[in-house]
């Protein structure tokens, strides 16, 4: 190959006779590797299942690990690229992607599309592809269009969400237990407590009795039961979003949760205000409490920074 390139500017039928010889090598690898590569993702899907994250992972791995090969392997037999290359390693990509998409769009769970968005975008675009683009630029190109797949899919899965699960939300007896939530919320954080008799501990103060101790570490999850679920469930889907979609998609689609979630606070506070008597008592203190949850992500989403609150608010899972 080495002899024929060297004469392509003296000898124009030496250019026919590369193209001739490249497209008989890629003709023969793809022979070769096009049912190999089948057979490897059919054995994935056997191994995981229904964990389609997993499945990406592995079936990414192996693509991207077998274009770097051929990748390699074809400049060991020519020194000039060919667009039959990218053709090949671009129809060995499509093979996972033609069995992963029909999957992707059944997809309900946000968690689910959130971790594949990750895995596409940082484990494969940004570890992988951005290192070796030459070897990896026809593997990049399907990952991309993967991952728009993935991230059409979570947008309307957002949507669906928060008309069914915020806007729809149809409260129980438990949720509108104001001013009871608000009581059992002080007295998780009590941060001093009377000692027993029979106490040993060092003490300040003997005449009062009083053990100094420090607050009570209360579990994330305790203090978010104590959240109203409109409130939960919005800042649960903006996690799930906010990384794996555009800035001003997600902005969009924070802004419709909020106002949703909002909506559905005053539905709650006038129908507490119809079931108690005093109302400035009962209703006052949920609307106050509950809205100084969200009134900070409110603000912090018009900065584009909820990621930081998020992880702060949100329990990890």
């Known amino acids: 190959m080495k002899e024929i390139e060297q004469r392509l500017d003296k000898y124009p039928d030496a250019q026919v006779l590369l193209k001739d010889c490249q497209r008989c090598y890629i003709a023969q690898r793809g022979q070769l590797l096009l049912p190999k590569v089948a057979t490897s993702i059919e054995a994935f899907q056997r191994q995981h299942g229904t964990d389609t994250c997993n499945m990406v992972r592995s079936g990414c791995n192996y693509l991207c690990r077998l274009c770097q090969s051929e990748h390699q392997l074809y ?44 895995i596409l975008n940082t484990e494969m675009l940004e570890e992988q592809v951005k290192l070796k683009e030459d070897e990896l630029a026809s593997f990049g190109t399907i990952i991309t269009q993967m991952l728009q797949d993935v991230q059409q899919r979570l ?33 998780l954080n009590i941060p001093v407590e009377l000692a027993s008799d ?5 003490f300040e103060g003997d005449a009062n009795r009083q053990r100094v101790v420090p607050p009570k570490k209360v579990a ?28 001003s998609i997600f902005e969009g689609i924070a802004q419709e949760a909020l106002f949703q979630c909002v909506v559905s606070l005053k539905t709650a506070a006038q129908t507490i205000q119809r079931n108690r008597v005093c109302v400035f008592i009962l209703c006052n203190p949920f609307i106050v409490s509950v809205l100084n949850s969200i009134y900070c992500v409110i603000e912090v989403v018009q900065m584009y920074e909820v990621g930081n609150l998020i992880y702060r608010l949100v329990p990890s899972t």
């Open 155 to 187: 947008v309307y899965r957002a949507q669906k969400f928060i008309d069914s699960d915020i806007r729809g939300y149809a409260p129980a007896a438990g949720d509108l237990a104001y001013p009871e939530k608000l009581i059992l919320t002080e007295e």
């Open 198 to 202: 029979n106490d040993d501990s060092v």
């Open 220 to 247: 994330a999850a305790d203090i978010h039961a104590m959240w109203y679920p409109t409130v939960r469930r919005s800042i649960l889907c903006m996690s799930k979003l906010y990384r794996c979609i555009e800035k």
């Open 75 to 118: 400049f060991h037999f020519f020194t000039l690229p060919s667009m039959e290359l990218n053709g090949l390693l671009e129809s060995l990509c499509f093979s996972l992607y033609d069995v992963l998409r029909p999957i992707i769009i059944k997809i309900n769970h946000l968690e689910t599309l959130a971790e594949l968005c990750s």
